[in-house]
C-alpha cells in the first residue's frame, strides 16, 4: 500500500508536535533526523516538512549549521 507523502508529513507533523507538548523531547534539546525517523518509523524527508512547519509556528528554531531544537516556552505559549 503506497502512503501518500503529505500524509506522511502530516503524520509527523503531530507526532513531533504531541512529542513537545507531552514533554518527550525536552525544550532545547537538538532534534536528529536519523533520531525522530526511528522513532516515527519513517523516511526523514516528512520529519524535515514537519520541522519546517513548526518553525513557521515557533515551536521549534533551526540554528545554522546545528540543525533544529525544541524552542523554550512559557505556560502562556502552550
Do not use: C
Not at 12 to 19: E, G, P, S, T, V
Amino acid at each position: 500500500m503506497v502512503v501518500d507523502s503529505k500524509n506522511l508529513m502530516e503524520k509527523a507533523y503531530w507526532q513531533i508536535k504531541n512529542m513537545i507538548f507531552q514533554q518527550k523531547i525536552a525544550p532545547g534539546q537538538k532534534l536528529i533526523y536519523r533520531d525522530l525517523s526511528k522513532r516515527l518509523d519513517m523516511s526523514k524527508t516528512p520529519i524535515m516538512h514537519a520541522l519546517g512547519r513548526l518553525e513557521q509556528e515557533g515551536f521549534v528554531e533551526l540554528m545554522p549549521n546545528l540543525g533544529y531544537s525544541v524552542k523554550e516556552m512559557d505556560i502562556q505559549e502552550f
